[in-house]
Nanobody, 126 residues
Framework: VQLQACGGGLVQAGGSLRLSCAAS????????MGWFRQAPGKEREFVSS????????AYADAVKGRFTISRDNAKNTVYLQMNTLKPEDTAVYYC????????????????????WGQGTQVTVSS
């Protein structure tokens, strides 16, 4: 499984961005997908994860109500819509994936994922 993230950039506080992560491989529909972020000098932290079907999702408290994760299995792509961005959202954002059963959607630990994208920078100015 290979993951390619894109969509990062520079945005003012209060603005929006949408990240995309394209997954390759024959079994993408069997993958639970997630987003993590890492700010300078900090550990990588969980942002959101979504079930194989896209019907269930989990969010970190810091982004709940502002970020929305979704996926389009026909396009092998997962999205992270980020609204009302804050300077503290500034980080490199990574998409992640791993095989999961159909009901699994809440994975918040880095060690729970075997596949990672290269990261995309999000910078929010105040």
């Amino acid at each position: 499984v290979q993951l390619q993230a894109c969509g990062g950039g520079l945005v003012q506080a209060g603005g929006s961005l949408r990240l995309s992560c394209a997954a390759s491989g024959r079994t993408v529909s069997r993958l639970l997908m997630g987003w993590f972020r890492q700010a300078p000098g900090k550990e990588r932290e969980f942002v959101s994860s979504v079930s194989r079907s896209g019907r269930s999702a989990a969010y970190a408290d810091a982004v709940k109500g502002r970020f929305t994760i979704s996926r389009d299995n026909a396009k092998n792509t997962v999205y992270l819509q980020m609204n009302t961005l804050k300077p503290e959202d500034t980080a490199v954002y990574y998409c992640s994936a791993d095989y999961a059963i159909s009901g699994d959607y809440d994975r918040r630990e880095v060690k729970q994922y075997n596949y990672w994208g290269q990261g995309t920078q999000v910078t929010v100015s105040s």
